[in-house]
């Protein structure tokens, strides 16, 4: 079985701060993707990373892949009140129809 | 226009009793999934569907039974409800095994 450790579990910062949150595993996966969870709506997909080493920006948003594809990383510049949420990492393992998501990160950003 | 539809949103049940949870992708994907979400928010997969065949089945009580009339559905039945079954359950669809998740917008269950 495929695990995905997320931290931290918990963020709580001030408006205007940086930050960023980590998720790893043992496995190699042949991609990851992040999504945003916001309370009672389902998970909305932010990035897909297939390469190892790839970086992607998304406005804000950074999303580093591990070079060995077992880890990824997303780092939020300047953090604003709209980013609260719950944030998750996902795993696909190669020629895979399953994903394994992470616990989450829960998110507040406070103005 | 919904991609994923998932009803009822809100769903109360006495223990022991049958339910059904629907859900419709109109986004033409050839993959759809049911996840049940705990309270701690982890998203765990339960069941997944490819052109209407079942491929993953993990280890869920055989209560939860998954039906697909058509690629575009995937519907959840659960028989005699328990309290440990009281969840978020979310619908997923995507187009292949690599492709991003679209998820609906879940169906708070809830077993008193």
């Known amino acids: 079985t495929q695990l995905l450790e997320q931290s931290p579990q918990f963020l709580s910062i001030q408006e205007g701060e940086n930050l960023t949150v980590y998720c790893n595993s043992s496995?190699?996966?042949?991609?990851l993707q992040w999504y945003r969870q916001e309370p009672g709506e389902g998970p909305v997909l932010l990035v897909t990373?297939?390469?190892?080493?790839e970086v992607k920006k998304l406005k804000r948003l950074t999303f580093q892949f591990g070079d060995a594809r077992k880890d990824s990383s997303l780092h939020i510049t300047a953090a604003q009140p709209g980013d609260t949420g719950l944030y998750l990492c996902?795993?696909?393992?190669?020629?895979?129809?399953?994903?394994?998501f992470g616990k989450g990160t829960k998110l507040s950003v406070i103005p | 226009d919904t991609a994923v539809s998932q009803t009822p949103k809100y769903l109360v049940t006495q223990m022991g009793n049958d339910k059904s949870i629907k859900c419709e992708q109109n986004?033409?994907?050839?993959?759809m999934y049911w996840y049940k979400q705990d309270s701690k928010k982890f998203l765990k997969i339960m069941f997944s569907?490819?052109?209407?065949?079942?491929?993953i089945n993990e280890t869920v009580p055989n209560r939860f039974s998954p039906k697909s009339p058509d690629k575009a559905h995937l519907n959840l039945h659960i028989n005699s409800l328990e309290l440990g079954d009281s969840a978020v359950y979310f619908c997923?669809?995507?187009?292949?095994?690599?492709?991003?998740?679209?998820f609906g917008q879940g169906t708070r269950l809830t077993v008193v």
């Open positions: 997923a669809s995507s187009q292949g095994w690599r492709s991003e998740a679209f």
């Open positions: 496995s190699v996966f042949s991609s």
């Open positions: 990373v297939v390469t190892g080493g």
């Open positions: 996902a795993g696909a393992g190669a020629g895979s129809y399953q994903l394994t």
């Open positions: 986004l033409g994907h050839d993959t």
């Open positions: 569907y490819n052109n209407k065949e079942l491929i």
